[in-house]
C-alpha cells in the first residue's frame, strides 16, 4: 500500500469510531504517526542502488567534521562524536552502536568486542575489528569503554576522565592524570607540578614550589619521575636509569634509549643505530625498532638494500649498473667473512677470513 493510502485508510478509521467500545480501536491523530509507525523511512535509509546508498552523505564517529557535518549532528574538537545508548536519534548512522530503534539509540558494544565499523562501539572506536578504548576526554558510555579513569558527565554527553589527581591509588602513570605519575600505588606530582615539599613529589625533589624531574643517570621507578618521561632497565648496572631519546644528551651508553652516546669534544649525543638495542623507532637509523627482539630491524649480508643504514652491517654495497649484480649488505673491512661476496671489497682473504 502505498503512504498516502494508508494514511487515508487510518484517518478514514478515525473518523468512522466516533465514539469507542471494548475491542475497538482508539483514534488515531496524525502526529501520533513518525518514521517508525506505518511511514516508510526515507530520511534515514537509502533505497538500494542509489547515491546515498553508495556513499554516506554524513560522517561517522571518530571522522572528521571540518570538511562534512557528523551523523550524530555532535561535532566537538574538530571530530564526530556518535549518540550513545538511550539517546534520541533518526537513523542508524547516529548511534554509538549503529542501530536506531524507535527513534533511541539501542546499546553498542563495549571495549574489547567486535565491530565493523567506529559507529557499532560505545566508546566510538572500531580497530582491527575490535572496539577500542577511548583516552581521556573521548565520548563514552560507561567506565569500561575507557583506557583509563571513568565515564563522567561532560558537556554534551559523557565523557572519558582522567583516573587519578594527587595521592590517589593507581597501579600504572596512565590511571593518574595530566601532571602526575604513578609511584608506589600512589599519584604524585611530575615535573613542573606545583608542590609544598619533596613528598608531593614523584622524582621526591620540590624546589621553588615546583617538583624536578629526574635527568638521565639517575634511578628510577617510573616514567614520570623523568624529564624525558623514559626510565628504563641499566644494561650496565642493576636497577633502572632515566634515558634519553637520539638527539638528547648522554654521558654513556645507558644515558640514551638507543644504547648508543657518542662523545663529542664538549658532551655527548645519544644517536640512533644499526641492528643494535633500541626502544623506539626513532632509536633506529632508517629502520624500525623491533620490540620483541628490542633490536634495530636490518638485513642481513647478501640482503638487497638501498643504503647503509638497512644493513646489520652498515655497510650496502652498491653494484655499478650493466654489472650483472645487485646491490647487497657487506661487511666492511676487517670485519669476518666466508665468501668473496660477504666483503664489500669483494676481497676476503683466506689466511685471516677477513674482509680487505
Same mark, same amino acid.
Given at each position: 500500500?502505498?503512504?498516502?493510502? %494508508? ?11 466516533? &465514539? ?17 509507525? $506505518? ?37 566537538? +574538537? ?6 550513545? %545508548?538511550?539517546?534520541?536519534? *533518526?537513523?542508524? !548512522? ?12 539501542? &546499546?553498542?558494544?563495549? @571495549? ?58 593507581? !597501579? =600504572?602513570?596512565? +590511571? ?9 600505588? #600512589? /599519584? ?19 624546589? @621553588?614550589? *615546583? ?27 642493576? $636497577? ?8 638528547? %644528551? ?6 640514551? #634509549? ?11 649525543? /645519544?644517536?640512533?643505530?644499526? $641492528? ?6 626513532? +632509536?633506529? /637509523? ?8 628490542? !633490536? ?6 647478501? !640482503?638487497?638494500?638501498? *643504503? ?15 654489472? $650483472? ?9 676487517? *670485519?669476518?667473512? =666466508? %665468501? ?17
Amino acid at each position: 500500500m502505498r503512504p498516502h493510502l %494508508t494514511l487515508a485508510v487510518l484517518f478514514m478509521t478515525a473518523a468512522c469510531s466516533s &465514539s469507542s467500545t471494548p475491542g475497538q480501536a482508539l483514534p488515531m491523530d496524525a502526529s501520533s504517526l513518525d518514521g517508525h509507525i $506505518g511511514l516508510p523511512d526515507h530520511t534515514s535509509h537509502a533505497e538500494a542502488g542509489s547515491p546515498e546508498a553508495a556513499a554516506p552523505t554524513c560522517a561517522l564517529a571518530g571522522r572528521s567534521c571540518l570538511t562534512e557535518s557528523c551523523c550524530s549532528g555532535t561535532c566537538s +574538537d574538530g571530530t564526530c562524536h556518535c549518540t550513545p %545508548t538511550l539517546g534520541n536519534c *533518526q537513523s542508524d !548512522k547516529e548511534c554509538c552502536s549503529g542501530v536506531c530503534a524507535n527513534g533511541e539509540c539501542a &546499546s553498542c558494544n563495549a @571495549s574489547g568486542e567486535s565491530c565493523s565499523e567506529s559507529a557499532n562501539c560505545c566508546g566510538g572506536i572500531c580497530s582491527g575489528g575490535t572496539c577500542a578504548c577511548s583516552p581521556a576526554n573521548d565520548v563514552c558510555t560507561g567506565d569500561s569503554d575507557c583506557c583509563h579513569g571513568s565515564c563522567q558527565p561532560s558537556e554534551g554527553g559523557f565523557a572519558c576522565a582522567c583516573g587519578a589527581g594527587f595521592e590517589s591509588e593507581c !597501579k =600504572t602513570d596512565e +590511571d593518574c592524570c595530566t601532571g602526575f605519575a604513578c609511584l608506589s600505588g #600512589t /599519584c604524585l606530582g611530575a615535573g613542573g607540578t606545583t608542590c609544598t615539599g619533596d613528598g608531593d613529589c614523584v622524582s621526591g625533589e620540590c624546589t @621553588s614550589s *615546583q617538583c624536578v624531574c629526574l635527568t638521565e643517570g639517575n634511578a628510577c621507578a617510573s616514567d614520570g619521575q623523568c624529564c624525558a618521561s623514559y626510565c628504563l632497565p641499566n644494561a650496565q648496572e642493576s $636497577g633502572s636509569t632515566c634515558a634519553n631519546p637520539v638527539g638528547m %644528551t648522554c654521558n654513556n651508553q645507558s644515558d640514551c #634509549t638507543s644504547q648508543n652516546c657518542v662523545i663529542g669534544s664538549t658532551s655527548g649525543v /645519544c644517536t640512533c643505530n644499526t $641492528g643494535g638495542p633500541c626502544f623506539l623507532d626513532g +632509536d633506529c /637509523c632508517g629502520s624500525t625498532c623491533d620490540t620483541t627482539s628490542g !633490536k634495530c630491524a636490518c638485513e642481513a649480508l647478501g !640482503k638487497v638494500c638501498a *643504503q647503509d643504514t638497512d644493513c646489520c652491517s652498515g655497510s650496502c654495497y652498491l653494484a655499478s649498473p650493466g654489472s $650483472g649484480f645487485q646491490n647487497a649488505c657487506c661487511s666492511p673491512s676487517g *670485519q669476518a667473512c =666466508t %665468501t668473496q661476496a660477504d666483503c664489500c671489497s669483494r676481497i676476503c682473504d683466506p689466511g685471516s677470513m677477513t674482509c680487505d
